[in-house]
Every structure is written in C-alpha cells, then in structure tokens.
C-alpha cells in the first residue's frame, strides 16, 4: 500500500493527513485530488508541496473519467472530499447530494474496477443523529437530521454496500468535531477565534446547550491512519475522545483564553435544526486497533488560537470570501460539519 489518493486533500482534515501520510517511510506517493472548492486551499498543504512524494490533480470526484485514470495507478483511497458546512446544506442540498453521494458512488466505482486494497471512507457522529442520553456505537441506527448528515450516512452506507455486495475492503471512519489550525473560518472555532482577534463579537445559537465533542484534527488523523493500515474491510469505526462542551461553555473556554467576558457575546436565534447532542462510544477502535487520544482541550485551543494569531494572511482573505455568500442566504456562521 505505497500508493494512496487523498481526496479532499486541500481541505482542513485531509491536509492535515497529507502531512502525516508524507512522514510515513513505506508510503511512496500521495496523489491529493480536490476541486478546490470555497473550502479547499492549496495553502493548506503548505510546503508539503514541496514533497516530491506529493502529487495535486484539481479535479471533481464525479468526474469518471479522471477518477479512473487516477484510481488505476493507486493502492489505496481515503476518502475525504466533502461539502461539510450543516448551515450550507439547508440551502444547497442538490450539492451536498452531488459530492457526498454520487462523488463517493464514483470513487467506489472505480475502486471496485480496479481492484484497490484499501478504501477509507471519513464520516461523521452527526449521522446516527442527536442523542439526548447515552452514546452511539457503530450499531447504533442512522437517523441524521440534517441534509449534510443524510448525505454522509448515506455515502456511509453506499461504502459498506461496496464491501457487502463485491468485497471492496472499505472500511467507514466516524470522528466527533475536529478543531485545530487551518479550519475553515465558517467553523465555529476559528469562527470565534478570528472574531476575537478581530475584537468582534461572538454569536451563541439557541439556548447554548447543544453538546459536541470536541476532538483535535491530529488525533483523528491518526485514528484514520490505524484504520488504513489495520482496519478490517466492512468495518466502522467511531473516533472520539475529545472533550464534551455545550456551546456555551465553548465559548467560555475560548473568552478566558482571550482574556474577554461575556459583554463580548451576543445570543442569536437557533439555526434551522441544531441536534442537543452528540455523544459516540469509541471503545472499539481503541480495543481494536490502540487508539487514544493525545491532545487536551486546553493544549489543543492554545495551539489553535496561536496558529490563527500567527497567520492572518491564511484566513482574513477566507473570511471576505465567505461572508457575503453566508449573508445572502441568510444564515448564521458557525455550524459544523
Ligand atoms: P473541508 O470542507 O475543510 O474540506 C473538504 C475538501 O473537499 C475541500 O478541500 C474541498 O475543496 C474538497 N471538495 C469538496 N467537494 C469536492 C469535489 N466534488 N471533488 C473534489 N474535492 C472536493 O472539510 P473537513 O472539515 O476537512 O472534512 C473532511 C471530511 O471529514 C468530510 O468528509 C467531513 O464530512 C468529515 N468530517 C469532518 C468533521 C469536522 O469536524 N470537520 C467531523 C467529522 C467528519
């Protein structure tokens, strides 16, 4: 497996995973293929660019024709190309549609045809939906309440389709919030984070209860990493192991690092649907395979707001670009995907 296609690779989670696959000895190319949506951006990769292990194609994940030409010429695929914004997906549905289900039908497709050894498919907590009590383990039934997640669950069950009806060895990855450097600003971390470098307000929804789990990008690419080495085809695996906040105590934690109180925070109506709360049980990933997580919260928003303080040149022309098309169809920033 020296061979491996990231798709999505120019986003915030697959850069990240680009640069750990790099440092791997046995990994030989890494072929990032993204269209460089308003999410991707080759600045993400950074001077793994400069890797000659490192290969970019711009291009769309529905096109056939490209994907196959690609696919043919790889060991492995991990899947993260995505539309990932939950606010997006109530007015765009028709695109979410096009990239998460018919972009992974074609990367499954090909993978089929050309006999590739690992297929890892990244999804999301969000599709087994909110859970009021108790935790989610990857029996647990889909019930995803938002386009974005429907989307996600249903590529998800299109990957172990794959497996079931012609042994594909797909396995499917479920990993709670990511946070850490490079997010896309339309993210509630970097959101608030950027804001309040700015010396802006920040915008709580709802009532500020709704819990998620918070969990470093770091951490869970290398979860993504132990399910492409040692994943067993057909199988889900839930990534947590970060910390568990409601939004108004994220908020908290993210004041404190700066310093501000609560006059800095306007309460706003709820977005569209807003699920309470998240919450998966993660034990078999790590009985099964030895993951754990290695980032605190504390650790992980420190490095954060230090990476978005140290690089205003990354997100002030992101968030110009992001602004206008949010207010159009007006919704609020900051969900997640
Ligand atoms: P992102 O929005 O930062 O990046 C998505 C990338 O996919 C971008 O580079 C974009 O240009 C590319 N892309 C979009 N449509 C494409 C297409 N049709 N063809 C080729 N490339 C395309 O997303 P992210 O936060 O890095 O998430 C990556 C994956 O992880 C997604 O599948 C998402 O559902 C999943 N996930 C994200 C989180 C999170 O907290 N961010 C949590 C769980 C799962």
């Not at 606010?87 to 993978?111: I, P």
């Not at 709802?206 to 990493?225: F, K, M, P, T, Y």
């Not at 700066?258 to 078999?284: C, E, G, H, L, Q």
Request: glycine share 8%.
């Amino acid at each position: 497996m020296d061979k491996i296609i990231v798709t999505g690779g120019a986003g915030f989670i697959g850069s990240h995973f680009v640069r750990r696959l790099l440092a791997a000895d046995d990994v030989a190319e890494v072929t990032v293929l993204d269209s460089l949506t308003y999410a991707g951006h080759k600045e993400n990769l950074e001077d793994a660019l400069l890797s000659p292990k490192l290969s970019f194609v711009r291009g769309n994940i529905i096109d056939q024709e490209l994907v196959d030409e690609l696919v043919q010429r790889h060991d492995a695929i991990v899947h993260f190309a995505a539309e990932s914004h939950v606010d997006r997906s109530f007015f765009e549905a028709a695109t979410f549609l096009t990239t998460n289900v018919l972009g992974t039908h074609t990367l499954l497709d090909a993978a089929r045809r050309h006999g590739i050894q690992k297929f890892v498919h990244v999804s999301t907590d969000e599709v087994y939906g909110p859970l009021p009590t108790g935790s989610a383990s990857e029996q647990s039934p889909l019930k995803a309440t938002v386009p974005y997640a429907a989307s996600k669950a249903c590529s998800d069950l299109l990957a172990l389709s794959a497996f079931r009806t012609d042994g594909l060895p797909v396995c499917v990855t479920r990993s709670s919030n990511n946070y850490g450097p490079g997010q896309h600003p339309e993210k509630i971390i970097p959101l608030f984070v950027t804001r309040l470098l700015k010396g802006l307000s920040v915008t709580v929804h709802g009532s500020g209860q709704h819990v998620r789990n918070w969990l470093h990008v770091e951490d869970n690419c290398r979860a993504i990493e132990l399910v492409l080495r040692r994943g067993i085809p057909g199988e889900i695996y839930n990534v947590g192991g970060g910390t568990d906040l409601t939004s108004a105590e994220l908020t908290g934690r993210l004041l404190r690092i700066f310093d501000a109180d609560w006059s800095a925070v306007t309460y706003v109506p709820d977005r569209k649907s807003n699920d309470i709360r998240y919450s998966m049980d993660w034990s078999k990933i790590a009985d099964d395979l030895g993951y754990g997580p290695s980032w605190s919260l504390d650790a992980g928003l420190a490095q954060t707001v230090e990476w978005y303080r140290e690089h205003p040149e990354r997100w002030a022309p992101v968030i110009r670009d992001v602004e206008a098309p949010l207010a159009e169809i007006n919704v609020a920033p900051g969900a997640e995907g």
